[in-house]
């Protein structure tokens, strides 16, 4: 699996430094770019275009809080394959209301319904928001162990989970 962190030369976390992690996007861009590197042999040519591609790649991913969350956790071997992550069993209880109302709207299409859906989950995303804050700013990639990992992908799993509800509305 390729290391994104890595490659834009950052310690892996939850989080980032947009502005340097940009800086060194352009950097990358400008240094990597295909059309500067055209009088060079095959080889360089074949090695640019790829750490281009890896450039642009991981800029994509570093950028989203989301996707590089799941970066993260799988670069950290937190995450099953897909399909056998589970969200925690309370919050399936937590969240039950929602699914109900949700059910409710698949019956009749009421603009009162949809906004208190809408505002179920909004206040599930900031209480879940408020639950990780912590390890999320003090998270030390030398010293982070199963517990903040765990807690990391609880969060990870309950924003998907939360995303697709959404959606649903």
Same mark, same amino acid.
């Given at each position: 699996?390729?290391?994104?962190?890595?490659?834009? #030369?950052?310690?892996?976390?939850?989080?980032?430094?947009?502005?340097?992690?940009?800086?060194?996007?352009?950097?990358?861009?400008?240094?990597? =770019?295909?059309?500067? =590197?055209?009088l060079?042999?095959?080889?360089?040519?074949?090695?640019?275009?790829?750490?281009?591609?890896?450039?642009?790649q #991981?800029?994509?991913?570093?950028?989203?809080?989301?996707?590089?969350? =799941? =970066?993260?956790?799988? $670069?950290?071997?937190? $995450?099953?394959?897909? #399909?056998t992550?589970?969200?925690?069993?309370?919050?399936?209880?937590?969240?039950?209301?929602?699914n109900?109302?949700?059910?409710?709207l698949e019956?009749?299409?009421?603009?009162?319904?949809?906004?208190?859906?809408?505002?179920?989950?909004?206040?599930?995303?900031?209480?879940?928001?408020r639950?990780?804050?912590?390890?999320?700013?003090?998270?030390?990639d030398?010293?982070? #162990?199963?517990?903040?990992?765990?807690?990391?992908?609880?969060?990870?799993?309950?924003?998907?989970?939360?995303?697709?509800?959404?959606?649903?509305?």
């Amino acid at each position: 699996m390729t290391d994104y962190f890595s490659f834009f #030369g950052l310690t892996p976390s939850p989080t980032v430094d947009r502005a340097a992690l940009k800086k060194t996007f352009y950097a990358n861009s400008k240094r990597y =770019h295909p059309d500067f =590197h055209t009088l060079q042999d095959d080889v360089t040519q074949q090695d640019v275009l790829e750490k281009s591609t890896l450039n642009n790649q #991981g800029y994509k991913v570093l950028a989203d809080d989301d996707l590089r969350l =799941h =970066h993260l956790l799988e $670069l950290k071997g937190a $995450l099953g394959e897909e #399909g056998t992550n589970q969200v925690p069993q309370d919050f399936l209880l937590e969240i039950m209301e929602v699914n109900e109302a949700l059910m409710e709207l698949e019956f009749e299409d009421d603009p009162s319904v949809r906004q208190k859906v809408t505002g179920l989950i909004d206040q599930l995303e900031g209480d879940l928001d408020r639950e990780v804050e912590d390890t999320l700013a003090t998270y030390d990639d030398a010293t982070a #162990g199963e517990a903040e990992l765990g807690v990391l992908k609880d969060y990870y799993l309950k924003r998907r989970y939360l995303l697709r509800l959404r959606e649903k509305i």
